[in-house]
T-cell receptor, first 109, second 117 residues
Framework: RKEVEQDPGPFNVPEGATVAFNCTYS??????FFWYRQDCRKEPKLLMS???SGNEDGRFTAQLNRASQYISLLIRDSKLSDSATYLC??????????FGSGTRLQVQP | GAVVSQHPSRVICKSGTSVKIECRSL??????MFWYRQFPKQSLMLMAT?????????EQGVEKDKFLINHASLTLSTLTVTSAHPEDSSFYIC?????????????FGDGTRLSIL
């Protein structure tokens, strides 16, 4: 079983749509959680951290359920510029990040 | 602005060449840097953890004699791909974490796209 699992997609959605990505992780000792965005042939860029209380940044909302070891990302009012691969990332203290394989999003006009 | 600089961004060379990639933290000290590799349509996979002043820790399946890591200062780690072959062609990315910030996100370099002919 992979340490971090994501639906690879692709998710093809029209502009303005709401789209949700899910992620599960296997290591209950994981301590911090992030969503990164990766554009084609580029390095990953931090989108947002994820907290148990849930957090929102503009059109993006992230949720964490530690009991279920489940993380989600909701994107509202999708823009063409949101097209990218979204990486669910989990961190154990003092270790490197563990990346999911990514979910590809394609927003269409 | 960028806080981690990686160089070079693109390398194309012949099989058998050794290639050195540099990763620098620009405005902070990083006792630990990480090297990842990403093949097309796959996720980033950790290759090794680079520790300043000590030996790197390699992930299972990564040959330490093939991928030499040196972390001689608090702001610089280098990865040398020795005698590179076409199967080593990949996207190599480094990341660094500020000293003591264990639960914070890491800062990534721009990546190095390595193509071995």
């Amino acid at each position: 079983r992979k340490e971090v699992e994501q639906d690879p997609g692709p998710f093809n959605v029209p502009e303005g749509a709401t789209v949700a990505f899910n992620c599960t992780y296997s290591n209950s000792a994981s301590q911090s959680f992030f969503w990164y965005r990766q554009d084609c042939r580029k390095e990953p860029k931090l989108l947002m951290s994820v907290y148990s209380s849930g957090n929102e940044d503009g059109r993006f909302t992230a949720q964490l359920n530690r009991a279920s070891q489940y993380i989600s990302l909701l994107i509202r009012d999708s823009k063409l510029s949101d097209s990218a691969t979204y990486l669910c990332v989990v961190n154990e203290a003092r270790r490197a990040l563990t990346f999911g394989s990514g979910t590809r999003l394609q927003v269409q006009p | 602005g960028a806080v981690v600089s990686q160089h070079p961004s693109r390398v194309i060379c012949k099989s058998g060449t050794s290639v050195k990639i540099e990763c620098r933290s620009l405005d902070f000290q990083a006792t630990t840097m990480f090297w990842y590799r990403q093949f097309p349509k796959q996720s980033l996979m950790l290759m090794a953890t680079s520790n300043e002043g000590s030996k790197a820790t390699y992930e299972q399946g990564v040959e330490k004699d093939k991928f030499l890591i040196n972390h001689a200062s608090l702001t610089l780690s280098t990865l040398t791909v020795t005698s590179a072959h076409p199967e080593d062609s990949s996207f190599y990315i480094c990341s660094a974490r500020r000293q003591g910030e264990w639960d914070q996100p890491q800062h990534f370099g721009d990546g190095t796209r390595l193509s071995i002919l």
